[in-house]
Nanobody, 120 residues
């Protein structure tokens, strides 16, 4: 099992920045990738960005995230970050960290989520 704990959410004004953290514990050696998803009120959960845990650390992000959000990892700390800049009110959501064990596997492990609220 892998346990994921998010932190760093909060209330910020439009145009501001936040950095989310996701600390992993447990069978972290089994992880292939970690990612961030978000769910706004009344909407489905959506993918934001992901990063390969192994060598290279390739990243993937949605078009809406590119240029504003940056995902990174600290392998020594077993932590993944999501730096969010130029935040917009439409970025308001609960942000979830997730992990999976293979390229084609499902996102099997999830954190409890952290609230991000962007005021206009």
């Amino acid at each position: 099992q892998v346990q994921l704990v998010e932190s760093g959410g909060g209330l910020v004004q439009a145009g501001g920045s936040l950095r989310l953290s996701c600390a992993a514990s447990g069978r972290t050696f089994s992880m292939y990738a970690m990612g961030w998803f978000r769910q706004a009120p009344g909407k489905e959960r959506e993918f934001v960005a992901s990063i390969i845990i192994g060598s290279g650390g390739s990243t993937y992000a949605t078009e809406s995230a590119k240029g504003r959000f940056t995902i990174s990892r600290d392998m020594a700390k077993k932590t993944v970050y999501l730096q969010m800049n130029s935040l917009k009110p439409e970025d308001t959501a609960v942000y979830y960290c997730a992990a999976k064990s293979s390229p084609t596997g499902s996102w099997a492990y999830w954190g409890q989520g952290t609230q991000v609220t962007v005021s206009s």
